[in-house]
């Protein structure tokens, strides 16, 4: 293909060979150089205003922006010659003469693109003598938005972001010279499902999360990639922690799945990570009375009830258990005849994001239907109700039994609880193992366009708590059906080697970004 | 001049031989005085027939860069396989500069018809002419001049029954100085905020609505027919200077002169002679200090400059400065110049669309330290200041109005740096400035 032709140019010393069509700025990440931009983003259209990104390219009097400029073939670029670094050194200065300088109690401190750059290549001390600075007033912008105009650098990601991503132009840049700021539609807030992402898109912290005001400086944070749980579309996420609390949720780019984005409800959707009122300890049925025990006792007793039983299982598993969990489980009833059950909540509509084909909020609210599916369980809760009654082993993972009660596990004398937090029907297994949430434990999970997704453990599980696969591996290991894993890791690599779905994948070829079952069937 | 004084003897009237004749404006009045017969020819010719001659006159964009018009229509796609467009840029808003203005206020049809003939020749179906909002009378008169041009046949379907569709629509501005760049200007006929566009894409590629665009100023388009009708050797022999630069040239002349107004000469019209003989020399008792040649844009002149530069493209880069867009602001000994830097900053200040950091905040910057110097408050190492954000804020930017607002500050302090230093030394009176950008 005619587009597939390849540029060579040199980039500070460094030659890359990129498609024809390739920025200068894009071109450069590839030889390992990094062009300050502000305006710049890849998943926006190209603005070209700031003017931060001026690099030299020889042959061309004029300084050219990086970002806008495309290659072409034997190119010479320089991105720190003098005169460029005197350029951008400029644009800082520029850009700092109107900013508060506020970093103490500035959210963005830490991750600011200002700052960073100003580290990097400003200059040590300013010639700006005036005393007047552009002064405004924060402005709410409704939904989780705050508008900080005075550290505005009028980069316009946002106001491009809502309207040629979101499609829903209620931002603009009001104003003219340096009495401009960005403006919102006076019968508009920044309520529309994927507004959030302007915040993470802003360079400076101009645009900032009320949900995360004031929570963390943004160095005492740890980053952990993760999936996001919220809906099927299964958009990369970052957990942010502090302490061990999950603080805040951010987009992680992937181009096959959400670009660089998330919607509001996924970058809400951590609050239960960090849940108190969670099971510590593994629980023991004693005369109808649940009490603690160890796991020594607890694995033995699993092994105990699984064993003692036979005929016909029921599983029922959350659409959010990882795919190891719930492969481990099948196992375990491998030899009833079994039920696998799931139930999903489902709502009217999708949400979409307009800009970007193929990602929305999905009406599906769970991140792993395609996964449970692949493994033979079926959306099917009330199957699952009807086989409890007269089952020999009832296994439950995550679900929060609504709808189900105490005397039902009661009546079947066989029920182990493997959950979080322990929903009062649950008080009629005969045994509950406490176990990690998604926050707490490695995993994967297979989004609805079948791609299968790693996340990673962000935070430590409370008490006793451990990941399904560990524990399900304990249990047949007492039953001697295999030995201990040490890892989801090897989870995954058993159910690999049992499951067609996913013959061919393991964790270091599915990376962070995810291979399809389908991808991964074609190249074995 | 024709209004409101007789054409002085030295000028060269061709585009103002109708100023102060209310009945060019009509269109019998117009067809009375030879009107839309260049049209009627052109109509008869192939498009690029109409290109050729158009390039072979020399004629040179009067809106402000002079780029050779004829070879600018060239660029249009010559295989068309999109809707052309046509854009006439009537947003004169070039502090200093007030020539298009009467060109729409005396001879609408003139305009009309260059309009109609360019847009023939870039095969575009559809012309706008972006007025200016505040040019209330011109814009009043363009819109009846061109519904009489309608209603006489000459637009629409079967333009001048050549079965060729030539329709032309007025837009008015909001009253943006930065809506006179050129793609902002599309920006703003698009109904979008008048920001100059990044390019490439350049308008013969992507214009308005993203279609193949032409975008001409007033003065240029209002030369057209009389180069159709008198032949581009005519017009590429009206030349006093250099060949390059011919035709005649709407001079604006304002400030401290005797008659103010606007002045048609030939290209290569020396400065000296248009301040001292057309406009009568300067206000009385007074002596000429300075000079801008061609609208606030454009680097100024002092006095020896003034006398010895020839108006044409060539002329005043010679003497380091630019012809523009004609609009010549003439100072006499009473004027301050650091006053007069810090007023026209303002202006960019206030104008700066915003977009590019460089001159959101150098222009206001740079207007700030010029009204502490004016409060006795400077220092000697402001102007070294002044000339660094100058020269950052050349060359950097998505559009030139940047560029403007350094050349100002840049030509101001080369040749009057005495009068900041007067200032900074404590041996001028400092000023009151009052404050804010306005
Ligand atoms: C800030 C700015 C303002 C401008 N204002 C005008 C204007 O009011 N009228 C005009 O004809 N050209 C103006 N120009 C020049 C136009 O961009 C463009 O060069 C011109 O309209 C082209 O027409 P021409 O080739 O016939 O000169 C302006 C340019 C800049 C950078
Ligand atoms: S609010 Fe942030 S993203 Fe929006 S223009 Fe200002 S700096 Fe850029
Ligand atoms: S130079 Fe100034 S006016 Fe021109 S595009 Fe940039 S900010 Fe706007
Ligand atoms: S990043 Fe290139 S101009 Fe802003």
New interface residues.
Partial sequence: MADQALVTLTIEGVEVSVPKGTTILEAAKQAGVLIPHYCYHPGLPIAGVCRMCLIEVEGTPKLQIGCATEVAQGQVVKVFGDEALKARESVLEFLLINHPLDCPICDQAGECELQNYVFQEGRSNTRYAEYAKRFSPVEDFGADVLYVPNRCILCTRCVRFMEHVAEEPVLNVSERGDRAFIGIHPDATLDHEWAGNVVDLCPVGSLISKDFLHKARAWELDRTPSVCTGCSQGCNINLDTRSDVVVRIRPRPNPEVNRHFICDTGRMHYRWMNRGDRIEAPLISRGGELQATDWDHALSEAARLVSGSGGRAVVLISPNASNEAMFLAKRLVAQFTATLAFRVERVDGEIPLSGVPGLALRAERAANVAGATALGYRDDFDAAVQAIEGASLVIVVADDLEGVSREALQKAVNAVYIGTILPDAARGAALVLPVANTAEEDGTLVNRDGRVQRYLQAKSAPGMARPVWWVLGEVLKELGRGESLFSADEAFALMAEAEGSFRGLSYANLGMHGRTMSEARVSV | MGYPHKPHEKETVILSEYFGDAEARSYDGWVKRGGYKALKASLEMQPAEVVEIVKSSGLRGRGGAGFPTGVKWSFMPKEKSKPHYLCCNADEAEPGTFKDREIMRWTPHALIEGCAIAQYAIQAEITYIYIRGEFTEPLRIMQAALDDAYGNGVLGDNAMGSGRRLDMYIHRGAG?Y?CGEETALMNSIEGQ?GNPR?RPPFPAASGVFGMPTTINNVETLAAVPHIINRGPEWYKSLSLNNEKSCGTKLFSVSGHVQRPGNYEVTMGFPLGELINDLCGGMRQGRTLKACIPGGSSVPILNREETESCLLDYEGCVEMGTMLGSGGVIVFDDSADMVYQTMRLARFY??????????C??????TV??LE?ILAGQGEPKDLD?LLD?AD?MT????CVLSDSCAAVVISTIKRFRNEFEAYMAGTREPGVVAAG?G
Avoid: Y
């Avoid at chain 2, 200040?349 to 460089?358: D, F, G, K, L, M």
């Fill in positions: 943006a930065i905020r990044i200040a206030h104008e700066s669309c915003a977009q590019c950091t460089q959101r905040e150098g222009t206001g910057w700030r330290i502490r200041l954000l950052q060359g950097k930017t998505i950008v």
